[in-house]
């Protein structure tokens, strides 16, 4: 499942929900989830001590649609809060994003924006950024790859071995609102434990691996149990642009099994 800055799943009907000019829908195609309801979770600093809650949900909406809803932060400090809309296909046997939406707070509590994507619309937004305090649009592509907020979803394929990489995008409002390519793949060299599987992700640079990718992969991580690729256990990056690191960690795993 997923985690708070980072959770992904869906069901529902689709095709009334998909209407609409040809092309306007993701051209993601999501694993089914398996398991729905809350993920039990906290918050961590990068040195292992827990700094506040993480509220992961994976709700079965009435329409058969799944909302995917995360709060991950500090107690009292900075804070982001997602939320992904998404509706199965493929008779039931895949998942596409109608939506994304998040909102982060600094560490006063003071709200830092809002961005939102509309895959059907295909329409990309940042409110409140950039010191402007209006909306700033971006047209998405057809068939777009952006996946700000089911990720734990988006790399189940790589956790069980069935893809060696993942190429998807990321909508970012920090600077000027703009479409990052990025890629995930399994990380080599975990350690001792054959169970674990680490998946990093980072910009798609090329063949050429910068060293602008390598400063930042490994700040961005997820990590799945090899026996139960399905069960995400934690992962890893900034609350936003510029924000502190942090680790949402499933409860029952224990930080030093995630390893460096």
Known sequence: MTSRGSLGIALGIVVAALAGSAGAESGLRLPYPRHFGAIPAATYDTDGKRVGAADLRVERLENGNVRIV?????????????????????????????????????????????????????????????????????????????????????????????REAVKFQLFACRGSPRILDFVARVATGNGSDPDLVKVRYGPDLGPVFSWIAKAL??????WYER??????????????????VVVVIRAGVPASRLGP
């Not at 026996?227 to 502190?244: Q, T």
Request: net charge neutral; charged share 20%; aromatic share 6%.
């Open 70 to 162: 995360s709060e991950i932060g500090f107690d009292d400090g900075a804070r982001t809060a997602a939320v992904a809309l998404l509706a199965p296909i493929d008779s039931g046997g895949a998942l596409q994003l109608l939506s994304q939406e998040s909102r982060s707070f600094d560490e006063r509590g003071a709200p830092l924006g809002i961005l939102r994507v509309d895959h059907r619309k295909r329409v990309a937004s940042c409110h409140g950024v950039n010191n402007n305090g209006g909306a700033e649009n971006v047209e998405l592509p057809d068939r777009d790859r952006v996946a700000n907020v089911p990720l734990s979803l988006l790399f189940l394929p790589l956790a069980q071995g069935h």
């Open 227 to 244: 026996k139960s690729p399905s069960s995400w256990m934690a992962s890893s990056g900034p609350l936003y642009a510029k924000g502190p």
């Open 217 to 222: 992969i490994p700040r961005l991580a997820f």
